[in-house]
C-alpha cells in the first residue's frame, strides 16, 4: 500500500531532551516536507527537500533540523526541543514539487514538551 | 506570498443537507488540492484539481483558476464528513488556508 509513515504517533517529552520524529514514504517521491499544526495558526512548512542532499528551510525552520540520507526517508530533529514546539507534525512527499503532482500527508505525530 | 480565504470558517449541518465550501486565492497557482482532516486528525486527499470539476461520490470540486477560487460541495451530507476541510493552492510550495470546521448533526 502506498504511503506515507510517521513514527512515533503520540511523544510527551522535556524540555532540552533531543529527540528525532522518523517519516518514510514508499512511493518513490522526489519532494517531501514537514509542517506543523496549531490552533489558529493553520498548517505551516517547516522544511522540505527537494531530491537526497537537498533541503531547504520553510516557514518556521527555527528550532529544526531535517536530513535526506536516502529518497525515502526525512527525519524532523528536534535538538533541544521547547514548550513552544508543542504541536501537530505531518511528513508529506509527492513526486515533484510547484503542483505538478498530488502531495501526500502522513498520519500525524502529536508532540508535547513539557 | 500567497494569501489563500476559506469561508465559511464553521458551518452545522443536519444530515442529508448540501453545502458549498469556497477558497479564495490570491495569486496564480499551479494547482491545488481539497483536504479533509477528520476529528482524529487525519489529512485525507480529497481533490487534486488545477481547473474544472472533478467529482468523487458525494463530493465534487470546481477551480475557476483564472478567477482564483475553488468551491467544494458537499451533497447529501453524513456525519462521517465532520472535520475541517482544507483547500491548499500550489505555487513553489502548498500553502494551506484557514479551514471550513463542519459539524453535521444526525
Known amino acids: 500500500e502506498a504511503q506515507v509513515t510517521q513514527n512515533p504517533r503520540y511523544l510527551i517529552t522535556v524540555t532540552g531532551k533531543k529527540l528525532t520524529v522518523t517519516c518514510s514514504q514508499n512511493m518513490n517521491h522526489e519532494y517531501m516536507s514537514w509542517y506543523r499544526q496549531d490552533p489558529g495558526l493553520g498548517l505551516r512548512q517547516i522544511y522540505y527537500?527537494?531530491?537526497?542532499?537537498?533541503?531547504d528551510k520553510g516557514d518556521v525552520p527555527e528550532g529544526y533540523k531535517v536530513s535526506r540520507k536516502e529518497k525515502r526517508n526525512f527525519p524532523l530533529i528536534l535538538e533541544s526541543p521547547s514548550p513552544n514546539q508543542t504541536s501537530l507534525y505531518f511528513c508529506?512527499?509527492?513526486?515533484?514539487?510547484?503542483?505538478?503532482?498530488?502531495?501526500?500527508f502522513g498520519p500525524g505525530t502529536r508532540l508535547t514538551v513539557t | 506570498g500567497i494569501q489563500v480565504e476559506q469561508s465559511p470558517p464553521d458551518l452545522i449541518l443536519q444530515e442529508g443537507a448540501n453545502s458549498t465550501l469556497r477558497c479564495n486565492f490570491s495569486?496564480?497557482?499551479?494547482?491545488l488540492q481539497w483536504f479533509h482532516q477528520n476529528p482524529w486528525g487525519q489529512l485525507i486527499n480529497l481533490f487534486y484539481i488545477p481547473s474544472g470539476t472533478k467529482q468523487n461520490g458525494r463530493l465534487s470540486a470546481t477551480t475557476v483558476a483564472t478567477e482564483r477560487y475553488s468551491l467544494l460541495y458537499i451533497s447529501s451530507s453524513q456525519t462521517t464528513d465532520s472535520g475541517v476541510y482544507f483547500c491548499a493552492p500550489w505555487t513553489v510550495m502548498l500553502t494551506f488556508g484557514g479551514g471550513t470546521r463542519l459539524m453535521v448533526k444526525p
Open positions: 508529506a512527499s509527492s513526486l515533484s514539487i510547484g503542483g505538478l503532482s498530488e502531495q501526500y
Open positions: 527537500s527537494m531530491n537526497v542532499e537537498v533541503t
Open positions: 495569486d496564480s497557482v499551479n494547482n
